[in-house]
């Protein structure tokens, strides 16, 4: 809001004072350096000084630059109109060029992009510099400070001062002005310190007295380029353009002591020439620092966007090898980043799904097409996550291996919201067919039952009707047997309804009830759904062993633990009855134990029994897990 103001407040009147008397002092300095005419200098620093306060504070501080300009060309030629002529000149062009960046180049922050710098360059230092030496010149011109054939060259000597003023003046104040302070560290000092003797030495070489007027080696001022440029690359665009204004500093010196190759003839030549090449070398050195530092600050976002992204996402060669992953990819699977790097996508894949993956990367590989896919990803304590994994390739530039950048999303709680969801659908169709079977099948067969038992109290014993009477009979009351059992299959177990440990304690309490046995139940680990023929074997196993426990061993207390590790499921059933001797132990009179090991065999479980008389019995059934 400021810069939109077009005339200061009271509280800016120190503002004002302060900008006024540096504008003169830089305009004494300026003027001291006037050898054609008095008042046009081909170093002219209080251009770039205008130019930043007006961006940096608002075009509001334009009465300090007017006031400024009119005391030091009024002390300087003494005639009111001329110097009122070339203040508004000066003015012209501080609020032109402000008004210009702010429209075009992003204002005071023109050097946060390459191409609002290369505006800046264009229509601050260039264009908009031609409006203080135009009305300037003609102002002179009317007072008669210029001759007739002095125009165009004092024009020109006008011009370059407040061009190049513009093109390294006003870019020191401004990024001194506008960056955030940055505390370096003790190794960069050390650097910028070595770097500042390599520009202060290399200046003093090249400018100073070792290359004398005499000796004019033209391409020598061109080292010093170079050496600005990895200044500008290391460190920034603050050191670029200090570095800048240090080598105008010490060769604008050089030159007016008669040192370096740009000190010709005459002193206003010489420093024409030595301006146009400062203003040159300062494009030459901010270009690559502005270009530097966007390319720093997009690699800064994306890897924002990287590391702070909602999904995982893991760089990875074409061999499925882990280059980049992100925070949130780690937190997903429970791996650091050291360790997925030690690991390859196939290493934490699913088994089942390795083969999808491989296929995925060797369709990226041959035609680079994107593809997706719902897939099984192996979390550190060997529970799985469903994952959506989105695989694309990427292709850096000429010379650059390729690679693929996958974006993992974590869609477990969407996939078993999909399972309880298809889990519910499927009872609630089971429990519509049940009440169909036990409301009209069930009922009608009962009612043809007890029809065809009329009929034959009317018929006589023996006789054809009366046998196919009663095959009837018979026929109908198998059905109905049938029909009741298809209602039983169809009402859901235990297992559909809660997971193996909730199941089998409900069990084992509904079977303990009234019998004056304590039921003592734990279950430790994460619990997973294994396969249902698993889980059903397990459940009867359990459910076997507390009928034991209960029917044979005399128990007071039954202990029943379960145990979800990584790589293994373990199922303790423990008594404090009388126990047996297992030697004693047969198929006639084994309690079910023979049917437990039938059980424990189908699903790859181990079962260890261990009994004594007069002492506990355990029943252990241990289940290896793989990845689930």
């Given at each position: 809001?400021?810069?939109r ?17 540096v ?12 050898f054609?005419?008095?008042?046009a ?18 075009t509001?501080m ?5 006031l ?7 002390t ?5 109109a ?21 429209r ?5 922050w ?7 710098m ?7 230092g ?16 009317l ?19 407040d ?12 990024l ?80 007016l002591?008669?040192?370096g190759?740009?000190?010709l ?28 530092a ?39 699977l429970?791996y650091?980043?050291?360790?997925l790097?030690q ?16 296929a995925?990367f060797e ?7 994107p593809n ?15 994952v ?6 990427v ?5 650059q ?18 399972d309880?969801?298809q889990r ?14 036990h ?17 034959a109290e009317?018929?006589?014993?023996e006789?054809?009707?009366r046998?196919h009477?009663d ?8 059905a ?5 059992r ?5 009402r ?21 009830a009234g ?14 759904r ?7 074997q ?16 005399s ?14 499921l ?6 404090d ?15 079910g134990l ?9 699903i ?11 002492r ?11 990845p689930?």
């Open positions: 809001m400021s810069s103001r077009l005339l200061p407040d009271f509280k800016d009147v120190p503002l004002v004072v302060i900008l006024a008397a504008y003169v002092a830089a305009g004494r300095f300026g003027l001291s350096l006037a054609d005419n008095p008042s200098s081909p170093v002219w620093p209080p251009t770039g000084i205008a130019i930043a306060a007006l961006l940096s504070i608002g509001r334009w009465p300090a630059v007017a400024g300009a009119f005391i030091v060309n009024f300087t030629t003494g005639l009111v001329a110097s009122f002529g070339v203040a508004a000149g000066n003015t012209l062009e501080a609020v032109l060029a402000a008004q210009l960046a702010m075009f180049a992003n204002g005071r023109a050097f946060e992009s390459t191409r609002h290369l505006r800046f360059i264009a229509l601050v260039l264009l908009s510099t031609m409006a203080s030496p135009t009305v300037g010149v003609i102002s002179l011109s007072g008669g400070q210029i001759a007739a054939g002095r125009l165009g060259a004092t024009w020109l000597t006008w011009w370059l001062g061009a190049v003023a513009a093109l390294i003046v006003a870019p020191f104040v401004l001194w002005y506008t960056r955030p302070a940055v505390r370096p560290t003790w190794r960069q000092v050390g650097e910028g310190f070595l770097w500042l003797g390599l520009l202060v030495g290399g200046s003093l070489g090249l400018y100073g007295a070792i290359f004398s007027a005499e000796h004019k080696h033209y391409l020598w001022p061109f080292v010093v380029i170079p050496l600005l440029i990895c200044v500008s690359i290391r460190f920034g665009r603050r050191a670029a353009v200090t570095g800048v204004v240090l080598v105008s500093g010490i060769a604008t010196w050089g030159t002591h008669g040192f190759p740009f000190a003839p005459t002193p206003n030549e010489s420093l024409l020439t030595l301006q146009a090449f400062m203003g040159l070398t300062s494009v030459l050195t901010l270009t690559p620092a502005v270009m530097t966007e390319r720093r600050s997009v690699e800064a976002r994306m890897r924002a966007v990287f590391n702070q992204a909602v999904v995982g996402i893991a760089d990875c060669d074409l061999d499925c090898c882990f280059l980049r992953v992100n925070q949130r990819l780690c937190d997903m429970g650091t980043r050291e360790e790097f690991r390859t996508l196939i290493d934490i894949t699913h088994p089942e799904d390795r083969a999808m993956t491989r995925g369709r990226l590989k041959v035609d680079g097409v997706s896919a719902d897939k099984r990803y192996v979390r550190s304590d060997g529970t799985t996550v469903w959506r994994a989105v695989a694309s390739r292709v850096p530039g000429p010379g291996n390729p690679f693929a950048t996958v974006v993992v999303e974590n869609i477990t709680p969407r996939k078993q919201a999909e309880a969801l519910a659908t499927t009872l609630e169709e089971r429990n519509r067919l049940a009440g169909e079977i409301d009209n099948l069930s009922q009608s067969f009962v009612g043809i039952i007890l029809q065809l038992e009329n009929a009317l018929l006589p014993t006789g054809t009707v046998e009477v095959r009837a009979t018979h026929l109908a009351r198998s109905l047997k049938h029909a009741r298809s209602l039983q299959d169809l859901p177990s235990a297992l559909e309804v809660n997971d193996l440990p909730r199941a089998l304690h409900a069990a084992g309490v509904a079977l303990l019998t004056g046995v304590e039921l003592d139940f734990r279950c430790d680990g994460a619990v997973r294994l396969a249902p023929e698993i889980e059903e397990l459940f009867y196993i359990g459910k076997e062993a507390l009928a034991n426990a209960w029917k044979h061993a128990a007071r207390t039954l202990s029943c633990r379960m145990r979800y590790d990584a790589d293994e373990r199922l303790e059933v423990v008594d009855g009388r126990g047996f001797a297992m030697g004693q132990v047969s198929d006639r009179n084994g309690f023979a049917i437990m090991r039938e059980r424990a065999q189908r790859g479980a181990n079962l260890s029994i261990q009994s004594d008389p007069g506990s019995t355990s029943v252990v059934v241990s289940l290896p897990l793989r689930a």
